[in-house]
């Protein structure tokens, strides 16, 4: 592919992961979510990934009505692109998960390439019981080992079906090579349309880890399997963010941070926001001589329908 002349940054401001015992600037009710959502766009994110949860006990939520407060207060303050999350839970059905992007038909929403073994019960062994903010934090980080995150051929061709009337376009989320293949598959049978964009996730516990011949290979086959057919960003977890994101900016890819990936600014410091290490990784970018894309140059390269056209 040629090299793209803009840097797209996604600021993936809460998740479904990371527990509001982990870290104070995680937001979890409407107010905050909303706050750093707008303060990560004004920081530079032309992209918001946005899931929603309980704002009376941080827990995930794929209920609408915990989207409703926060969705309209984001683009009235911001010309920021909404990407919508379509995996906000490891245990519901793909219907239940679809259900935020067929009520508000956002520009974007995530899509999970292939069923896996996601955990994140390692984080449970760092806090003591009596550390926990919540009842139901403890038993969700630790019991994670033993889910698996369902994404069938079937759930991704129901989801591609249900969503295709409102012009969405997919955040393709790649855990490892097998779901370039998975998505390969699915562009040949007519499920997706050209540029796809692909994320490619590296340091979740049941995918590739993150290091940076990996990114190189994901890279390589996905040039191998879609030609110039496709744009690209990188997701590093945990410590991996900022490392992967510097050196995706200058493989000429795209790259994402946020508070649902990494709770740190830097090695054993936490953040405090979201807007705080888009600010970082936009100096980087920038201080390696990259510019860093607008909202409405992310539309024009990711081929987006415009937040004119969204229901929120």
């Not at 999970?112 to 760092?126: E, I, K, Q, V």
Request: glycine fraction near 8%; include cysteine; charge should be negative.
């Amino acid at each position: 592919m040629a090299r793209q002349k803009k840097t797209i940054i996604t600021c993936a401001v809460t998740g479904a992961i990371h527990t509001p015992t982990m870290s104070n600037a995680l937001p979890y009710t409407y107010d905050d979510i909303a706050q750093q959502a707008v303060e990560a766009a004004e920081a530079g994110a032309s992209i918001l990934h946005l899931h929603a949860r309980n704002p009376e006990n941080g827990s995930p939520s794929v209920d609408p009505s915990d989207f409703a407060p926060f969705l309209p207060r984001i683009k009235q303050a911001t010309d920021a692109v909404v990407n919508l999350s379509t995996g906000g839970s490891l245990t519901l059905s793909i219907q239940d998960r679809i259900t935020p992007a067929k009520t508000f038909s956002p520009e974007m929403c995530s899509m999970n390439m292939g069923s896996m073994n996601f955990s994140f019960h390692p984080l449970a062994n760092r806090y003591r019981d009596d550390d926990w903010k919540f009842d139901w934090e403890k038993d969700y980080v630790a019991n994670s080992d033993q889910n698996i995150f369902r994404n069938t051929f079937r759930d991704i061709r129901e989801a591609a079906e249900t969503l295709a009337p409102h012009d969405i376009k997919f955040e393709h989320e790649c855990y490892d090579v097998g779901h370039l293949y998975n998505l390969k598959f699915c562009m040949d049978i007519g499920l997706f349309k050209a540029p796809i964009f692909i994320q490619f996730i590296f340091g979740i516990l049941g995918g590739i880890g993150p290091e940076v011949d990996n990114l190189i290979f994901m890279k390589r086959t996905a040039d191998r399997l879609f030609g110039d057919d496709y744009r690209w960003s990188v997701l590093g977890a945990g410590g991996a963010q900022m490392s992967l994101a510097t050196t995706a900016s200058q493989m000429g890819g795209n790259i994402r941070v946020g508070l649902e990936d990494s709770l740190f600014i830097s090695r054993g410091n936490l953040a405090e926001s979201n807007a705080q290490q888009v600010s970082k990784i936009r100096r980087i970018v920038e201080d390696l001589g990259n510019q860093v894309a607008s909202p409405e140059e992310a539309r024009e390269i990711l081929d987006l329908k415009g937040g004119d056209r969204v229901a929120f």
